[in-house]
């Protein structure tokens, strides 16, 4: 089991709403990923966090935006949801030799 | 940009089968190539992985090659077991070596294995 978690495990939002997701990185690393898993999908790049710092981004709208903290951390907010936002959320915890996922979050959107 | 393609699922097989389940790959550079595994209700399992040419990955039963001259990275295991029933995903971090970059992941494929 790695030590990569995320709150909360399941949200219901409705559109036009805002979310806050949270993950915890493993003990050590300082680099934090977010995907975007729709259902029957491969996982898709959001973006990355390097020591506070975004170091790279997919393609999603600005909507989606994100903080990674001193501890490593992580946030990844999304304004204004849409229905096609519902998917299992994915932050991924790495450092140069490892990575590792967490459980994600199943968000759902009315 | 970046791609990953995966073979056509669902794969179903009887215990004691081998499997293949194929992946090829579109990138610039040199990239790292993985296999992860997804559990129901459960995150992104490492399964293995290759980070140069000719490199093989090992896990659990489970290899696969990391072949550049037809971009291909196919997952292989000799003998499956019903604990094997998950998703697989085939997947490439744009930065090369051990280093984990952004990953793009194909499309996955459902393997059923049945007693």
């Known amino acids: 089991e790695t030590g990569v978690t995320q709150s909360p495990t399941h949200l219901i939002k409705t559109r036009g709403q805002q979310v806050t997701l949270r993950c915890s990185s493993q003990?050590?690393?300082?680099?934090v990923s977010w995907y975007q898993q729709a259902l029957g999908q491969g996982p898709q790049f959001i973006f990355q966090?390097?020591?506070?710092?975004?170091?790279g981004r997919g393609n999603f709208p600005p909507r989606f935006s994100g903080l990674q903290f001193p501890n490593y951390s992580s946030e990844l907010n999304v304004n204004a949801l849409e229905l096609d936002d519902s998917a299992l959320y994915l932050c991924?915890?790495?450092?140069?030799?490892?990575?590792?996922f967490g459980p994600g979050t199943r968000l759902t959107v009315l | 940009g970046d791609s990953v393609t995966q073979m056509e699922g669902p794969v179903t097989l009887s215990e004691e089968a081998f499997l293949t389940i194929n992946c090829t790959y579109t990138?610039?550079?040199?990239?790292?190539l993985f296999w992860y595994v997804q559990y129901p209700g459960e995150g992104l399992q490492l399964l293995l992985k290759?980070?140069?040419?000719?490199d093989k990955g090992s896990n659990k039963g489970f290899e696969a090659t990391y072949r550049k001259e037809t971009t291909s990275f196919h997952l292989e295991k000799g003998s499956v077991q019903v604990s094997d029933s998950a998703v697989y995903f085939c997947?490439?971090?744009?930065?090369?070596?051990?280093?984990?970059?952004?990953?793009?992941f194909g499309q996955g494929t459902i393997l059923t294995v049945h007693p």
């Open positions: 991924a915890s790495s450092d140069f030799n490892e990575q590792f």
């Open positions: 003990s050590g690393h300082n680099t």
């Open positions: 966090y390097y020591r506070e710092e975004e170091n």
């Open positions: 990138a610039t550079g040199y990239p790292s």
């Open positions: 290759a980070t140069k040419a000719d």
């Open positions: 997947a490439l971090s744009d930065r090369g070596g051990t280093s984990y970059g952004k990953l793009t």
